[in-house]
């Protein structure tokens, strides 16, 4: 399997999984904006809100448009991880755990969401429009981006840490060593990274801040996992047992 093979096979994947994240993102997402942004209005002015499209002030984009931006951003993020995946997937796929390249895609995958979903999410949780505090929107996104540089670092050393171990404690041991002391890497950073600089006022609902939290989680959930199981899927199958018998000719087999 060369890797124009794997990358086009990543691609296909991408393309459709971005397709379908999108569509997700405009029908379990751009709802709760919508909500947001209205409930943003209603805070700004003292008057009712509605369904957050009667603005008091023209926007540069309006909703329509920006909700056609994020279904093609959500498309170009799914391009960019089937790039980046089929060619990291291409490269390490023999020190990959597992016995078909189905299960390599998809523990990559697993361990890709976890890495820059996952555990980014829990610490530094997204929220929708009009509860962060713009003037802390730089800080927050170097608070985003070093959490994943820093979970990237970790899983790294980790792997490297279980490939040494490999050849010195049974695999039971490994695995329990290895994600013990994941478990504790990973607590201490989030208890040694600083918090979020924002605070949530009292007048936004919770619900609608988790109701977000949780829906675009999904979506990279979507993302991630649902990529790497078509991915996987797509990759060639090594033959079940007895079809090269089938495969043999007739004659080959009757001399056998």
């Given amino acids: 399997m060369t890797y124009a093979g794997v990358l086009k096979r990543a691609l296909l994947a991408s393309l459709v999984v971005g397709v379908l994240a999108g569509a ?20 700004a002015t ?12 023209e926007p540069l984009y309006s909703r329509g448009e920006q909700k056609g931006g994020g279904f093609g951003a959500m498309v170009l993020y799914a ?6 995946f089929g060619t990291v997937f291409a490269w390490r796929r023999h020190v990959l755990p597992g016995a078909t390249d189905f299960v390599r895609a998809v523990w990559l995958a697993v361990v890709g969401f976890a890495v820059f979903g996952l555990l980014p999410a829990v610490k530094y949780p997204a929220s929708p429009p009009g ?23 970790a899983t790294i050393a980790l792997a490297r840490l279980s490939k040494l171990l490999r050849s010195q404690v049974d695999d039971p041991t490994r695995v329990v060593a290895v994600a013990s002391i994941a478990v504790v890497a990973f607590a201490l950073a ?7 600089p924002d ?3 009292a007048a936004i609902p919770a619900e609608l801040v988790w109701d977000f939290r949780l829906r675009s989680l999904g979506g990279l959930a979507i ?30 087999r009757a001399t056998s």
């Fill in 24 to 43: 997700y993102m405009l029908v379990a997402v751009e709802p709760v904006i919508d909500r947001a942004i209205a409930l943003e209005e209603q805070l």
């Fill in 46 to 57: 003292g008057e009712p809100a509605d369904d957050g499209h009667d603005h008091h002030h």
């Fill in 79 to 84: 391009f960019a991880l089937g790039l980046v």
């Fill in 131 to 153: 509860v962060g505090d713009p003037d802390t929107v730089g800080e927050r996104t170097l608070q985003y981006v070093g959490l994943i540089a820093l979970a990237l670092v």
């Fill in 190 to 196: 989030y208890l040694l990274l600083p918090d979020s």
């Fill in 199 to 201: 605070e949530i006022a």
């Fill in 223 to 252: 993302t991630w996992l649902g990529f790497g199981l078509l991915f996987g899927w797509l990759l060639p199958r090594p033959p079940a047992a007895g079809d090269d018998l089938v495969a043999r000719p007739r004659s080959a």
